[in-house]
């Protein structure tokens, strides 16, 4: 059974950074995308960043320039190095990994930003 688990969220004051990691258990073949995304109260959740297979990035406009997006194949993990935090930046971050057959999605975990 293959299980994703997320770390490195946390509370942060504004203009802060943080560092969240998504690794997966289990076995899990042929992962083409690696993604975040997040979800504020009462809003939808939202895609942050997702990276390709071949290191293709695509970023949220309210995140580009701060954040950035990596994967290890050898360690099947993804990283979101986010700086200059915003309040707005605020949720719960998810992470998703997309194979030819499947979807996982991690349990989430909690970036608040304020002071």
């Known amino acids: 059974q293959v299980q994703l688990v997320e770390s490195g969220g946390g509370l942060v004051q504004p203009g802060g950074s943080l560092t969240l990691s998504c690794a997966a258990s289990?076995?899990?073949?042929?992962?083409?995308?690696m993604g975040w995304y997040r979800q504020a109260p009462g809003k939808q959740r939202e895609q942050v960043a997702v990276?390709?297979?071949?290191?293709?990035?695509t970023y949220a406009d309210s995140v580009k320039g701060r954040f950035t997006i990596s994967r290890d194949n050898a360690k099947n993990t993804v990283y979101l190095q986010m700086n200059s935090l915003k309040p707005e930046d605020t949720a719960v971050y998810y992470c998703?990994?997309?194979?030819?057959?499947?979807?996982?999605w991690g349990q989430g975990t909690q970036v608040t930003v304020s002071s």
């Open positions: 289990g076995r899990i073949f042929s992962i083409s995308a």
């Open positions: 998703k990994f997309t194979t030819f057959s499947s979807a996982y």
């Open positions: 990276i390709s297979s071949g290191y293709i990035t």
